[in-house]
Every structure is written in C-alpha cells, then in structure tokens.
C-alpha cells in the first residue's frame, strides 16, 4: 500500500544497499528495521493495522509499536516487575517488549569499499546500560548485526536479548530448526501445549493424541498463536518461503537460545481487527518471556558485571532454490 511507503519518510530513514541486498532503518522508531531485502526479495511483514507513530516510554509495544519490521527486545521481552532479591533492581518494572523500540536512537552511517555500516545506539533509562547494533550490508549479499551492551553501574545488570523481525507467515513457510533441539512453551492461544514450561522436541509436540509439525506452521491448526522458546545446539536456523531460503548463523556460545513466536491469525491485542498471521524468528539470550521468568523458574537470565561489556553477532544471508516440496511434507 502506498502509505507503508510513505511512513518512513515521514520519520526519514536510512536505506543500506549492496548488490541486491537493501537494509532500511528508522532512527527516530526505536532504530526499527522497515526492510530486509536478501536474495531478491523482502522478507519481513508490515502491520496495517498499526501506523508508524512517535514511540512513547511505558506505552504497551503490541498496541502502538507492533508495527511489524525488526525490533531489539532488551532488557526484556514481556513487561515484568524484577524480584525483590536483584540487587538494587528488585521491584523494578519494565515495559513491554524492553526499553529500545521506544525511544530514537543515536545514528551513524558510513561507506566503506566493501559494503555500508550502520550504528544505532540507546542509552538504557530503567537501568544503567549502554546498547549498540551495527549493522553491516557487503557486497556478499549478506548482513551481519554486530551488538554490544556495557553496563554502567556498580552493581551486576540482568537482562534478556531478543531480536525481533517478523516474517509473513503463508502456507509455503518451512521453519528449519536441528532435530530434536529443546522446545519450552512460554505461551499458548487457540492450541494446548500443556501451558508454560512444557518441554517438547522441535519440531513435535502431540495434541490429543495427534503428532504435530512445527515445522509447517500453518498446517499446525486452522487458527492458534503460541511462543516457544529453544536451547540451541548449534549456531544455525533458517525459514524457508515460495522458493526462497533465509538463514541466521551465530555462535552459540553468544547466543544461546531462540525464540519463536507463531500466530496464524490466532491473537490481537484488538478486539474488533483481525487476528495477524505473522511469525517471530528471533535469535536470543535468555530463553524465557520475561526477565522475571529467566530469573526465576526458567534459570536462565545474562549477568553483566559492572563496567563489564558483552558482544555477539547474527549473520543473515538468503537463497533462492527451486522447490518440489508441498506445505505439510517434510520436516
């Protein structure tokens, strides 16, 4: 729709180009990514039902910031309020979907032979961080994202990562995952996974008594959203879509953890719009919904010591291929 084009005008925007590939940035919304192009096409999904607006702090992020691209979820995901035994932070509550998509970041951009580098940074206002994502796109037709965040307090800084690109998600999607990797469900709508914590290995789960493909999202159920959350084996997952592949490579040493937000028109935070049909394929550290949960039963919250800085990198890449597979087959 022409308005889609429109809006980031409106906030101006950044365009990174090599080759085929194209990476567009919004500074002023929380650093938002508007576009992914690699191997010839665009692979994120853009909400209609949401209008770019000016990102307010504390504002609900499904409601007026869920606009579709890719976000940075820090330091949380879901909004939460922190235990009264973290030093210094207990009973601190933090906003839906982290502190960065609400406020403009600090930009630089500059070009360099083999390819264009860009730099957004935040300063965190809840607790004392400082976060950065440089984004390379070279000549190769690959983006790297290059993170770091320092903590600037006295006392050790807890927190969740997530990055957060949504993907249109079509009869044709095939979410490509190692066999048999842990899954725990974080939440469910319209399915019944066994509720919270319950662990399954990708891609099955059973329902009723009848064995289910993750891996085929959309042949999952007529209409259902759910979350999941994966300990990652190796350093790889990738989506495949109408003859297109795109793969995510990092260290897992880094990044150990993925989370997977699935909704074939199964949630909205709208009463009277449409459910979406989206998906979240999204690299993270500390594989729980929230911070509280990674600090509680899920155990597995990041720590940064004081003046202690920690960086990890993601690696996109795509490519096309002619496919004999129909939706449901395969795994």
Sequence with gaps: MKKAHEEPQTFGFAELRAGQTKVVIIPALGGKIASLVLGGREWLWRNEAIPYTTPVDGASYVETGDTGGYDECFPTIATCTLPSHVARYGGLSLPDHGELWSQPTTFTLETRPEGMYAVSGWMGRRMPYRFARGVFVGNDDRVEMRYSVTNDGAVPLPFVWAAHPLLPLTKQTRLIFPEGTRTRVWAQHGIELGGQGTELRWPRAAIRGKLIDFSHPDAVARSYA??????????????????????????????????????????????????????GFEPCIGGAGSLTEALGGWKNAAWLQPGETRAWRLTWSATRFISDRSPGTGA
């Design 226 to 279: 759910c979350m999941l959350f994966l300990d990652m084996p190796v350093g790889c997952a990738a989506v495949e879509e109408d003859g297109a592949r795109l793969d995510v490579t990092f260290d897992t040493s880094q990044v150990p953890h993925f989370g997977l937000w699935i909704n074939r028109r199964g949630w909205t935070p709208f009463r009277r719009k449409r459910a979406y049909c989206n998906f």
